[in-house]
């Protein structure tokens, strides 16, 4: 099936309210700006706001899904984020895989907070747990989710080969929805999620682990 992406962009203005609170960005110099596709439109005002208050913007980009590959790909040439948009599933995500300050411009709630410490650290604890219970796993669950966006059955064999010759058995698990409720009562020791890296931080009965994190069950080098 075609699928066609129509962006819809929002009328809410996030230049006034980086106006009023520009001042908690004191203490960073170099601020990657980064959103959602919805807020898209304002980067290039807000970049031209702070580059007129001493900073240096960098443009990042859209964050998507899961994907916050933007923010990433520039982690070395920022001191800190600015996210445009609503929610806290981006601006953690960008938290997470940056480590990173990250400041969230929240249009809809006409605010500027940022994600604090502890919150990041509960999760990083959380997966290192998982990482931990998953170091004795025999067998593996593999989960694949075959949503659009989501779907990578070819990193899924990929993976499956390497756990596979490590001594270790796995099988594949696929469907649309990947919660916890769906993998209830397999028999497996640990679960290998390769669509959205979030879904590790549900609650499952067994470990469950992204794919970075089998460097250190395998003993990778």
Known sequence: ??????????????????????????????????????????????SLM?????????????VLGCDVSVAQESKEKVDCYLYVGSGMFHPTAIALETGKRVFKLDPELQNLSFIEDDEVGKIRKKRKGNVSRALDASTFGLLVSTKTGQMDLKDALKIKKRIGESGRAAFIFAGEEVNPGRVLGFDVD???????PRIAEDYFKKPVINPTDLKYILEEK
Request: aromatic content about 10%.
């Open 50 to 62: 702070l580059s007129s208050e001493g900073f240096k913007a960098v443009e990042c980009g859209q």
């Open 190 to 196: 640990a679960w290998v999620n390769t669509a959205c």
């Open 1 to 46: 099936m075609k699928i066609v992406y129509v962006p819809c962009y929002s009328k809410l203005d996030p230049l006034p309210i980086l106006e009023k609170n520009i001042g908690d960005l004191k203490g960073f110099k170099r601020i990657g700006i980064c959103s959602t596709v919805q807020y898209l439109p304002y980067l290039k005002s807000l």
